[in-house]
């Protein structure tokens, strides 16, 4: 009986923490946040009294959750939206990630009093933001923001984890039998990230390859094949010297940005997956914390969490956004949104692995760093946002009503493009638009409601117009629902 009593009680912690999203929603709690606690509550210290004492087997499941939610967070990441804040969103993803780490590493050892390896190697567990809290907090919040903030943090939060991971077990390799030597690392922490990216973007055109000339006769195989896929990439890139991370997010990034078939049911599958990926992360993660322990840290986690929060990570982001064009308080949002979740615990989980003497802390000081940061930053974002003046209409998500397979040896696409805040396409009617030859605006989506449009039917802003265009003129279009009013 102990294996139906296991999946009884895995699957009753699923179902409750799905039926309490909307409370955590109503009051503004991160619905990530909820999912630890109801871990923490059935876990030895809870009322559940589930004894879970397996760091290795959470880092193992940490670790395949975050490959399903990286892929995921790439497959709905907009390439033209995160074009212009690229090399921003690159540089504050890794510059960021040193000079997090370099700070906190100097204020765990002189100030909190640590040694220096342990110091610095608590730096690199909370180094990198969190791509499932800050993914769970943008999407869920109904927040929009201005001047592409939201691209920007998405792309600096899917692609800072590999430099953590680097930083997180190069450091533990110090503290093995033969420790490496400086330009060994170097050398390591490169081959990492130039196979990792290079693993990402030829898996992801295969993928996208392979799912277009497959034609399999039933359409339920394809979301397997991709998610059997996200596992592939994630394992041969490892096996090959890459960052596995890093290569499932180029990849979901490669195959989001193509047209494939069934790709709207695919993303929707997806979606579910990642959903259902958090949630066992974080209930794993919550199971193996003893709350217990975590009042002895208090003061400590306290000091912890208030550098990283006022201190390391405005200094990463103004350094970083130093010649970005970002304002003030454009770049004091994007500090506040520096948000650790199940990246941080997923890494304070590797010195359990290689039994490093106070592992224990580690993990529950990072633990409760995280606590803090998703009760205090996660729960703040929309009233922060609004604060700051940089809030703005959220863009709408399209939901069709049918689906057009947008298959590789058609000569038309159909297409989503939304009407951006400010175009000067607003207020047009349909047939003065100068779209391509052949280009046709099949449905609009506008608010809760779907259109059909006619010559004369209006633009206006946030709409999502649904187009069949031949390929090629995607480009064109773009360009002119992008132009913008003179200000």
């Given at each position: 009986?102990?294996?139906?009593?296991?999946?009884?009680?895995?699957?009753?912690?699923?179902?409750?923490s799905i039926g309490l999203l909307r409370i955590s929603s109503k009051f503004g709690v991160p619905s990530l946040?909820?999912?630890?606690?109801?871990?923490?509550?059935?876990?030895?210290?809870?009322?559940?009294?589930?004894?879970?004492?397996?760091?290795?087997?959470?880092?193992?499941?940490?670790?395949?959750?975050?490959?399903?939610?990286?892929?995921?967070?790439?497959?709905?990441?907009?390439?033209?939206?995160?074009?212009?804040?690229?090399?921003?969103?690159?540089?504050?993803?890794?510059?960021?990630?040193?000079?997090?780490?370099?700070?906190?590493?100097?204020?765990?050892?002189?100030?909190?009093?640590?040694?220096?390896?342990?110091?610095?190697?608590?730096?690199?567990?909370?180094?990198?933001?969190?791509?499932?809290?800050?993914?769970?907090?943008?999407?869920?919040?109904?927040?929009?923001?201005?001047?592409?903030?939201?691209?920007?943090?998405?792309?600096?939060?899917?692609?800072?984890?590999?430099?953590?991971?680097?930083?997180?077990?190069?450091?533990?390799?110090?503290?093995?039998?033969?420790?490496?030597?400086?330009?060994?690392?170097?050398?390591?922490?490169?081959?990492?990230?130039?196979?990792?990216?290079?693993?990402?973007?030829?898996?992801?055109?295969?993928?996208?390859?392979?799912?277009?000339?497959?034609?399999?006769?039933?359409e339920g195989l394809y979301p397997v094949l991709i998610s059997a896929s996200v596992l592939f990439v994630y394992?041969?890139?490892?096996?090959?010297?890459?960052?596995?991370?890093?290569?499932?997010?180029?990849?979901?990034?490669?195959?989001?940005?193509?047209?494939f078939v069934h790709k709207r049911s695919n993303l929707r599958f997806l979606d579910g997956i990642a959903w259902?990926?958090?949630?066992?992360?974080?209930?794993?993660?919550?199971?193996?914390?003893?709350?217990?322990?975590?009042?002895?840290?208090?003061?400590?986690?306290?000091?912890?969490?208030?550098?990283?929060?006022?201190?390391?990570?405005?200094?990463?982001?103004?350094?970083?956004?130093?010649?970005?064009?970002?304002?003030?308080?454009?770049?004091?949002?994007?500090?506040?949104?520096?948000?650790?979740?199940?990246?941080?615990?997923?890494?304070?989980?590797?010195?359990?692995?290689?039994?490093?003497?106070?592992?224990?802390?580690?993990?529950?000081?990072?633990?409760?760093?995280?606590?803090?940061?998703?009760?205090?930053?996660?729960?703040?974002?929309?009233?922060?946002?609004?604060?700051?003046?940089?809030?703005?209409?959220?863009?709408?998500?399209?939901?069709?009503?049918?689906?057009?397979?947008?298959?590789?040896?058609?000569?038309?696409?159909?297409?989503?493009?939304?009407?951006?805040?400010?175009?000067?396409?607003?207020?047009?009617?349909?047939?003065?638009?100068?779209?391509?030859?052949?280009?046709?605006?099949?449905?609009?989506?506008?608010?809760?409601?779907?259109?059909?449009?006619?010559?004369?039917?209006?633009?206006?802003?946030?709409?999502?117009?649904?187009?069949?265009?031949?390929?090629?003129?995607?480009?064109?279009?773009?360009?002119?629902?992008?132009?913008?009013?003179?200000?």
């Amino acid at each position: 009986m102990e294996f139906e009593f296991t999946t009884l009680v895995l699957s009753g912690l699923i179902i409750l923490s799905i039926g309490l999203l909307r409370i955590s929603s109503k009051f503004g709690v991160p619905s990530l946040l909820l999912f630890l606690m109801i871990g923490m509550a059935a876990g030895t210290d809870g009322p559940g009294g589930i004894d879970f004492d397996n760091p290795i087997l959470a880092r193992q499941v940490g670790s395949i959750a975050l490959a399903y939610i990286l892929f995921s967070g790439g497959l709905e990441t907009d390439w033209q939206k995160i074009k212009p804040v690229l090399w921003k969103g690159i540089i504050l993803g890794n510059l960021g990630v040193l000079i997090t780490w370099a700070m906190m590493g100097l204020f765990s050892v002189y100030v909190l009093g640590f040694s220096p390896i342990i110091g610095f190697l608590l730096g690199a567990v909370v180094s990198s933001t969190d791509a499932a809290a800050v993914f769970n907090v943008l999407r869920t919040r109904n927040t929009g923001m201005k001047k592409g903030l939201t691209s920007l943090l998405e792309l600096e939060s899917g692609s800072n984890d590999p430099l953590a991971v680097l930083l997180t077990v190069s450091l533990l390799s110090l503290l093995g039998p033969e420790p490496p030597k400086a330009g060994e690392l170097a050398i390591h922490i490169l081959l990492q990230f130039s196979i990792g990216s290079a693993a990402g973007l030829v898996f992801g055109y295969l993928i996208y390859k392979g799912l277009n000339r497959i034609k399999l006769e039933y359409e339920g195989l394809y979301p397997v094949l991709i998610s059997a896929s996200v596992l592939f990439v994630y394992s041969a890139t490892e096996l090959i010297g890459g960052n596995p991370f890093l290569a499932v997010y180029i990849a979901g990034l490669v195959l989001g940005n193509q047209s494939f078939v069934h790709k709207r049911s695919n993303l929707r599958f997806l979606d579910g997956i990642a959903w259902l990926m958090q949630i066992i992360m974080f209930l794993t993660l919550g199971l193996l914390v003893y709350p217990s322990r975590i009042p002895p840290l208090f003061g400590t986690g306290i000091l912890f969490s208030l550098f990283l929060v006022f201190g390391a990570r405005p200094i990463a982001v103004f350094i970083s956004l130093f010649r970005s064009g970002y304002n003030f308080r454009e770049k004091l949002l994007v500090s506040w949104i520096g948000l650790r979740g199940a990246a941080p615990i997923i890494l304070a989980t590797f010195p359990f692995a290689q039994g490093v003497q106070g592992s224990d802390q580690i993990f529950h000081l990072v633990f409760f760093t995280v606590l803090i940061s998703l009760l205090f930053q996660g729960t703040s974002v929309p009233q922060v946002v609004r604060w700051l003046g940089l809030d703005a209409p959220l863009e709408q998500r399209a939901s069709y009503p049918f689906e057009f397979e947008n298959r590789e040896q058609s000569d038309s696409n159909l297409l989503e493009f939304i009407v951006p805040y400010g175009s000067t396409s607003v207020g047009k009617f349909v047939y003065s638009l100068n779209f391509p030859e052949n280009s046709l605006i099949t449905l609009i989506y506008r608010g809760d409601g779907h259109i059909v449009p006619t010559g004369k039917t209006k633009l206006e802003e946030g709409d999502v117009l649904l187009i069949l265009t031949p390929k090629g003129s995607e480009e064109k279009i773009r360009e002119i629902l992008s132009k913008m009013e003179p200000a």
